[in-house]
């Protein structure tokens, strides 16, 4: 970036909100973790739109076909996190168990990496009209025909959970919804009542507004800053019905390089901003990366090793964590 911003700048920039932070900041935590920032590295297991070439659009229809690249990508980010004292929290497509070698993901659930739910064909959770649900359906109606929106979705969250249990031998560890929304499911109780009926008890599908550059353009000061802001609101919090909600934290690897087509200097600059503010807080961070995308632009893994440093530098003050340490932090209400 032209102009770096000082640790003071970006703190004060985010400083208002700071109500909703203190309420997360003060719910019970595990004792390991009191009073230390909590980063999360975590990775949905899903085929991209653009990646690897900026004109590949047959994923949208086999979002859960995941490639050896994307896997190889997936076992070098767990094993460097694990070498690091951590691990990774995995969302997984359901469609990916369909395929006939899944030994590596046996292997890493065997080394503690949590792996959570992200539907079996990445379908829209939101959708109420049954050409909104995904892609495949919209290409082949007669998969879903005769069924309504809801009887859709649930199905493709229970037939993810199933597949979970039956291939890999684990229950999962939490819900993400494909796609994040600027208030979660704030404003759809129906929605948490089928999560809550399905068994969980978290679900990750908030993903703050921020402002962004013009595709190709380096973001300004202005813009580090917004993204700095938004984790204010990306902290996890209860809903009324009691479902936990644990956001997902600016800015995602795709919001960068298949919305803003940055370049990695760009992406790099943002995210150690954003993670410095959040250790300066004690706060969380829910680092949001798809490795069809991040295995193309940062092969190298500088991301993951600069925020592994950026924990190590915090000197205790910060811990690499799954998303279950950021719900125990969450105050009962």
Known sequence: MSKL????????????????????????????????ALIAITL???????????????????????????????VGVCRRVKAAGGLVHLFVVG??????????????????????????????VLAKKAEDIQFRFRRSPWLIEGRAPEQ?????????????????????????TPGGFTDGLADRADIRKWLVDLGFTWVSSKYPAHPM????????????????????????????????????????DIGAFRGGRWKLDW????????VEWVVDKRA?????????????VDPEFRTVDLILDLVKRADGKAAIVALDALTARVTKT
């Not at 065997?110 to 990445?122: C, F, L």
């Not at 790099?268 to 901003?273: K, N, V, Y």
Request: proline content about 6%; charged content about 25%; aromatic content about 8%.
């Open 267 to 274: 992406f790099l600059s943002a995210i150690r901003t954003a």
């Open 152 to 176: 859709v979705i649930v199905e493709n969250i229970r037939l993810t959970t199933a597949a979970l249990k039956t291939r890999i031998g684990v229950d999962p560890a939490g819900f993400r």
């Open 5 to 36: 911003l000082t640790r003071r700048s970006f703190v004060a920039a985010a400083s208002a909100g700071a109500m909703g932070l203190a309420a997360y900041r003060s719910g019970r935590a595990d004792p390991t973790h009191a009073g230390k």
């Open 284 to 296: 969380a961070f829910d680092f949001l990366a798809h490795p069809s995308c991040l295995g193309i």
């Open 95 to 124: 469609r990916l168990f369909e395929q006939e070698n899944i030994g590596w993901l046996k292997d890493l659930a065997r080394d503690g990496h949590p792996i959570g739910n992200h539907t079996y064909d990445h379908v829209n």
């Open 213 to 252: 550059t013009e595709p190709g353009k380096e973001p300004t000061e202005d813009i580090v800053r917004a993204i700095v802001a938004a984790q204010e609101k990306a902290q996890p919090f209860r809903y009324p019905d009691g479902l936990i909600e644990v956001p997902m934290s600016p800015i995602s």
């Open 44 to 74: 949905d297991l899903e085929m991209s739109r653009n990646f690897p070439k900026w004109e590949d659009t047959h994923w949208d229809y086999e979002k859960g076909n995941l490639d050896e690249a994307a896997k190889k990508y997936t």
